[in-house]
């Protein structure tokens, strides 16, 4: 049955009055005319549901590889590079700089492209990321032997250390040395705020870490610590494009923070953000720290200007700065609908920042799989408790109401199975010593919300997991579950609460089966956060599931 009038008003009434009428209008117009010509594809009938999942989730992940997004976004013409609709002079003047777990790959394809325009390049990436993507047979993200970038590979465990501080000084000093008529070209991609850590002296590396680590236990958000780790940084915050002025600067950012906000990801080294000791000052008063500051620390506040006086004007006002998202969550499920409007289904994505707990999140994804399920039962309870769910895991009551729209629709025109697509960086509450991550124990979870629902083909499958290929410290990017999930468990003596009770949840997708369920793409090289996907078949043999 669709979504009841009853429901959509309620997510209306919710809305902000100053909605665009174009997105109202597209959601008003009749469903039929959204529905994909040629849906129902035989030619994939015998591949499985588990199997499909996973060439979807490899399609996401295929589509933000990071030789793929920079030679996307980065065109070379003669002597002239084209990035965000805006042309560059090539003249032997170009310098690269980089930073983050992805950048490696990045490195290799933008030096490619821009060839011997390239003067030199300083890159800082993971411990032991070049041998790892080896191993893993990503010989394209290597740069060659007589590449005039140079690796410098520190962060080990994702932290900042002193070979990551080198780097950062490495990156600090080529950009200082530039003129304005050298174009610097940055590569940024998550995990770049560990690789470019640059405190302000006499700050140690030490004491900024002692700081920001204090903040986040006490239960201070991202922008609280980015407010916090700026102003004790010379690099973030806009820090890197002040150094390499007045060269044009050019970052290409591969996002891994929902939402893409550029002042986030690695903690914005070429965006400039106003940071003032008062604000700064109050973050930590608000958490108990403001009377055990090591005394460098009061000493670089106490320096700072005060809100008001000396004010620049943003490079990126002047033109000096072009920063490009060129890879994100959205993209990655851009391409994972295509892939699944191939193999037969029609994609929906339902939102790209999902967050929040996995426990409310698992159970949202539960009650969207009884709802799509189930069209000849009332489901005023189910959508109101959907709605109440949504907010609190990042997801609009406005996708909430449209997608229940078009999984109801999808019963009544008949367009077959559907793909529900969504993405993002949900949270563990961590209460065990078990191994695994949000993506296995997320898959968990939600099987235990599926049971007693039909098995495939004729009832739901979902999947979770991370772009990077690696959920926590383990080799499984995530896991695929079904209605069965508990019988099968529980017919191999495997108790699903005391794996959950103990976070232990690749552990359990280990045992079960002999490991069948377990999402094993190895290192993919890239990282744009988590995907999720629920399968939904349309029991009728009809649709040719």
Excluded at 106 to 114: D, F, L
Excluded at 296 to 305: M, W, Y
Aim: with cysteine.
């Amino acid at each position: 049955m669709p979504c009841s009038f009853v429901v959509l008003s309620r997510c209306f009434l919710q809305q902000p009055l100053d909605l665009s009428m174009a997105r109202v209008l597209s959601l008003c117009r009749p469903l039929s005319l959204l529905a994909p010509l040629g849906v129902r594809h035989t030619a994939f009938c015998r591949m499985s549901l588990d199997t499909r999942a996973r060439e979807v989730f490899a399609a996401a992940v295929s589509g933000v590889q990071p030789d793929s997004v920079v030679r996307k976004s980065l065109e070379r013409r003669g002597d002239s590079l084209l990035v965000g609709g805006r042309s560059f002079t090539l003249k032997h003047n170009l310098h690269l700089v980089g930073f983050g777990k992805a950048v490696l790959g990045m490195a290799a394809e933008a030096e490619r492209i821009v060839g011997d325009h390239l003067v030199r390049g300083v890159i800082s990436v993971p411990h032991g990321i070049q041998e790892a993507l080896r191993q893993h047979g990503k010989d394209q993200m290597l740069l060659k032997d007589d590449s005039r970038i140079k690796v410098m590979e520190g962060a080990k465990h994702n932290l900042p250390d002193a070979d990551a501080q080198r780097a950062a000084a490495c990156i600090d000093e080529l950009a200082c040395e530039l003129t304005e008529s050298d174009l610097l070209l940055v590569l940024i991609s998550g995990g770049g705020s560990a690789l470019l850590p640059s405190p302000v002296p006499p700050i140690t590396l030490q004491e900024k870490q002692d700081v920001t680590r204090r903040l986040a236990a006490a239960g201070a958000t991202i922008q609280e610590l980015n407010t916090v780790r700026r102003a004790l940084s010379l690099l973030k915050g806009g820090g890197l494009a002040h150094s390499a002025h007045p060269a044009q600067v050019v970052a290409l950012v591969l996002s891994d923070v929902i939402g893409d906000p550029l002042d986030l990801i690695a903690s914005g080294p070429t965006v400039w953000s106003e940071v003032w000791p008062e604000d700064v000052l109050a973050v930590l008063e608000q958490y108990g720290l403001s009377s055990s500051l090591p005394t460098s620390v009061k000493e670089v506040l106490g320096r700072a200007a005060p809100r008001g006086e000396g004010v620049g004007k943003p490079l990126e006002a002047e033109g000096h700065v072009l920063n490009a998202v060129i890879g994100s969550n959205s993209i990655a499920l851009k391409c994972a609908s295509r892939r699944a409007r191939e193999l037969g289904f029609r994609p929906v994505v339902l939102s790209p920042g999902v967050c929040g707990d996995v426990q409310l999140l698992s159970r949202l994804y539960g009650l969207l799989a009884h709802f799509a399920c189930s069209p000849d039962e009332p489901h005023s309870d189910i959508a109101s408790e959907m709605l109440r769910l949504g907010p609190e895991v990042g997801v609009e009551s406005w996708d909430l109401c449209r997608t229940m729209q078009v999984l109801g629709e999808g019963h009544k025109e008949g367009w077959g199975a559907t793909c529900l697509l969504a993405g993002g960086e949900p949270t563990v509450q961590l209460k065990g010593k078990g191994l695994g991550g949000r993506n296995q124990e997320l898959a968990l979870r939600v099987g235990l919300e599926l049971k007693g629902m039909e098995l495939p083909p004729k009832g739901p499958v979902f999947l979770s997991g991370g772009t990077d290929g690696q959920d926590g410290p383990t080799n499984a990017a995530g896991a695929t579950t079904d209605g069965g999930l508990w019988e099968e468990a529980n017919a191999q003596g495997l108790n699903i609460d005391s794996f959950l009770s103990n976070n232990d949840s690749y552990t359990f997708f280990s045992r079960l089966s002999g490991g069948q369920r377990l999402l094993l793409p190895g290192l993919t090289g890239t990282n744009v956060m988590d995907v999720h996907m629920l399968l939904i078949p349309y029991g009728d043999s009809n649709h040719h599931i």
